[in-house]
């Protein structure tokens, strides 16, 4: 079977920079919009910039959730949730009001609270990750390095089995989750 990535287009990212860097790493893949476009997709990719409450109206347009569901949970097929996209993962969300989210991973997508005052948020810029148990995400790559954060809101898990990574801001947050098949990280890869 040939390698089919697609990636999600719900109108909350900037696709062309994701496409391209999974071009990079060989990937044939396919910027999709309509649930039927999701058939055959061998990875999926959900990326994401913006407000939780938006994110969620945009996904559930034209039974995309329904499709995702089939695809992720009968048919195995891995899923990577970045940014917002990893936030849509969890029971529900608080920015732009409380709203149900994807359900895939036990927990919620709470706005994040300065520890000391020298923390700005948005929390915006180069930032560690630290590793909290072995993952595939994070195969050949040191831990504590470096990746690219855009956000004020972070997923609270209820499951700690489902943490991977965390970085240390704001108090501390989960950068990235993994169970069984369905992945996500903060930060922007």
């Not at 990577?80 to 849509?88: K, S, Y």
């Not at 300065?114 to 072995?134: A, F, N």
């Amino acid at each position: 079977m040939l390698n089919k990535t697609v990636i999600i287009d719900y109108g909350m990212s900037n696709l062309d920079s994701i496409k391209r860097a999974l071009e990079e790493c060989g990937a044939n893949v396919s910027v999709v919009s309509q649930a039927d476009d999701l058939k055959g997709a061998t990875h999926i990719v959900l990326p994401g910039v913006g407000a939780f409450n938006e994110g969620m109206r945009n996904l559930l347009k034209g039974n995309t959730v329904s499709e995702l569901n089939d695809l992720v949970f009968k048919k195995g097929v891995p899923f990577l949730g970045i940014c917002l996209g990893m936030q849509l993962l969890v029971d529900k969300g608080f920015e732009g009001g409380e709203t149900a989210g994807l359900g895939w991973i036990k927990g919620e997508t709470k706005q994040m609270i300065k520890k000391i005052e020298t923390e700005r948020l948005p929390h915006v810029g180069w930032d560690q990750v630290s590793y909290k148990k072995d993952s595939v995400l994070f195969k050949d790559i040191p831990e504590n390095t470096d990746f690219y954060f855009v956000h004020s809101y972070h997923v609270v898990c209820e499951d700690i089995s489902d943490i991977v990574a965390y970085t240390n801001y704001c108090d501390g947050f989960v950068s990235a989750v993994e169970k069984n098949n369905i992945f996500g990280v903060q930060f922007h890869p």
